[in-house]
């Protein structure tokens, strides 16, 4: 199996470079998804956590029961 050597002196750090714009497209693609998903979750804490404290009735309504001491 023969694999290929890394030459860092012929690297092509050209900013305008296709495979610049590629590796631009990806990482900026990456975030985006990452950002969406980190969102996503967070309404749905959110709207999980709101629907706990709706279940929850207020003390008024409670049965509580306290025995003298």
Known sequence: ???AKLNLH???FN????RAQL???ALISG???ASTIFAFQKVK???RLKNLKDSIPPQSEANI???PI
């Open 1 to 3: 199996m023969a694999y």
């Open 10 to 12: 012929n690297l092509n």
């Open 45 to 47: 804490q959110i709207s």
């Open 31 to 33: 975030a985006v998804v």
């Open 15 to 18: 900013l305008h470079s296709h």
């Open 65 to 67: 029961v306290c025995t």
């Open 23 to 25: 590796a631009y497209t």
